[in-house]
């Protein structure tokens, strides 16, 4: 059974420092990986999407990067700023989850960036 | 465009009152989901639509929850009695359909519901 592990479960950095957020999963064969962010009382906003067959996704600030063989993927953000402070998740489409490939999540980092 | 539009965005019940989430997706986005979710925690799929069609219900609680989807746009999620464990947000998602619903997803703000 899929298993999605994101740790830690919060991190805090002072303002302006690179910070990588870490996900984890237990079984290599993912259709997709989706990274989201989280503001408090707020629903979930898309981050970047990787399918299976690509290394990394680039968005602005935000490279995510996809290893499938050694279950992980990273969220890198350059240059910090305090308007990242959210809650980032992490999500597979795993194909072997059901008939319509769903999602599986990780619980998420608490991010806090220090002005 | 326009996102996906949830209402209430925030609901206080007693325990066995029931209640009701409604959700408009993104224009063109066959697949809807509704997902829990509770503090701390990632979400949890209750029920996926492909237009007006169940695709997996899987884990929705069938004896107090249901959900429908009307002409395969708008949606209702309806917990009829509640419990003091349902206390969670409620979030919709759609996504166009691409292969088994593998799409990006897109969601609404969510439904805070408290129960007392």
């Known amino acids: 059974k899929q298993e999605v592990t994101q740790i830690p479960a919060a991190l805090s950095v002072p303002e302006g420092e690179n910070l990588v957020l870490n996900c984890s999963f237990t079984d290599s064969a993912i259709y997709n990986l989706q990274w989201f962010r989280q503001d408090p009382g707020k629903g979930l906003t898309s981050l970047l999407l990787?399918?299976?067959s690509q290394r990394e996704q680039t968005s602005g600030r935000l490279n995510a990067s996809l290893d499938k063989s050694s279950g992980r993927s990273t969220l890198y953000i350059a240059a910090s700023q305090p308007g990242d402070s959210a809650t980032y998740l992490c999500a597979v489409r795993d194909p072997r989850a059901g008939s319509n490939y769903q999602l599986i999540w990780g619980a998420g980092t608490k991010l806090i960036i220090k002005p | 465009e326009a996102g996906v539009a949830q209402s209430p965005r925030y609901k206080i019940i007693e325990k066995r009152q029931s209640v009701a989430f409604w959700c408009n997706p993104i224009?063109?986005?066959?697949?809807l989901y509704w997902y829990q979710q509770i503090l701390g925690q990632g979400p949890k799929l209750l029920i996926q639509?492909?237009?007006?069609?169940?695709?997996?219900d899987s884990q929705l609680p069938k004896d107090r929850f249901s959900a429908e989807r009307l002409k395969g746009v708008d949606s209702t999620l309806k917990i009829q009695p509640a419990k003091l464990e349902d206390s969670a947000v409620y979030l919709c998602?759609?996504?166009?359909?691409?292969?088994f619903g593998t799409g990006e997803l897109f969601f609404g703000e969510g439904s805070r519901l408290t129960v007392l």
């Open positions: 990787i399918q299976s």
């Open positions: 998602a759609s996504s166009l359909v691409s292969g």
């Open positions: 639509f492909q237009n007006n069609g169940v695709v997996d």
């Open positions: 224009s063109g986005h066959a697949t």
